[in-house]
């Protein structure tokens, strides 16, 4: 099956597909992003990725009316044609092609939209029952994290941290010792049974698998608190889980080398994840 690429209006094999070297998203990051993963061949959480997208959108006055536009049907088309089983769709919209200077075009020009579609390889089973190891390093980011902007530098250069360390995932830690999130995921953890996680805010990513756990939590009558919490409270946590797009419901057994708990994946996580597959239709 090809990976399939969308630009500007057409579809194309991916190593087909350019963007010129003016375009704003190449030289300044002037662009958003969102990436959708299939279950069952049917994109997850659709309405809830285009509301963030839109939000992304408009915090930057970046000018495109994705449903006027007709995102969805285009999406729903590379699926068709890329044709696999399960499809990881990465969007991106940059403010378009211009020469080469700050201040947003003059005259203006058409956004830059862009998708690709690719089969999607989910993590092996046995990471979600035995867990993984994640690093902390400090949150190096600007001050409106809840833009899904392509300006990824710093989360790029933590999960780089991250690998040389063989960890997963690198947590991200403010000037106050507080944990924001993870390089690319959300974080939550576990104390006297409540699920502590970052509020919503400039801080973090409104993360969509965040709010489908969250959502899940309350339906299974988990106690939740969105605030923040130190990486000492961390540490000293029953459970610590991530969650992501790509990532899932994926348990934390080590932060910096230090057990979580038992050190083991643990109950709350456990039930979350089995909720999380009931939810998109695996369990
Ligand atoms: C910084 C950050 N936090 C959280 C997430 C998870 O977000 P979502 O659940 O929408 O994939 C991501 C995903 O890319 C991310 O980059």
Not at 64 to 86: C, N, P, R, T, V
Not at 105 to 128: C, G, N, S, W
Not at 130 to 142: A, F, Y
Not at 184 to 201: K, Q
């Amino acid at each position: 099956m090809p990976e399939i690429a969308y630009v500007n209006g057409g579809f194309m094999p991916l190593e087909k597909a350019f963007i010129s070297i003016e375009d704003r998203g190449f030289q300044f990051a002037d662009g958003v992003y969102e990436v959708v993963a299939t279950y069952g061949g049917e994109p997850y959480a659709l309405a809830a990725h285009f509301a963030r997208l839109d939000s992304s959108l408009n915090a930057l006055d970046l000018a495109l009316d994705i449903h006027a536009y007709g995102l969805q049907a285009k999406l729903m088309e590379g699926l068709a044609l890329s044709g696999f089983g399960e499809t990881m769709v990465y969007i991106q919209v940059t403010r378009g092609v211009a020469p080469r200077r700050h201040e947003f075009p003059v005259k203006p020009v058409a956004p830059t939209v862009i998708m690709t579609f690719k089969e999607a390889h989910r993590l092996p089973q046995d990471m979600y029952q035995h867990g993984v190891e994640v690093i902390t390093t400090p949150d190096l980011r600007w001050k409106r994290c809840d833009i899904k902007s392509i300006s990824l530098l710093p989360n790029i250069l933590a999960k780089q941290q991250a690998a040389q360390a063989g960890a997963f995932e690198a947590l991200l830690i403010d000037a106050d010792g507080q944990v924001t999130e993870g390089s690319s995921t959300s974080v939550f953890c576990v104390r006297s049974g409540c699920i502590r996680t970052a509020p919503t805010g400039p801080h973090i990513l409104p993360s969509i698998t965040r709010g489908v756990l969250l959502e899940l939590a309350h339906r299974l009558e988990i106690p939740v608190a969105e605030e923040f919490t130190t990486l000492a409270d961390f540490k000293g946590a029953d459970e610590v889980f991530l969650a992501g797009t790509t990532t899932e419901a994926m348990p934390v057994i080590k932060i910096d080398g230090d057990p979580i708990g038992e050190g083991r994946s643990g109950p709350i996580a456990q039930r979350l994840r089995a909720a999380f597959m009931q939810e998109v239709g695996i369990a």
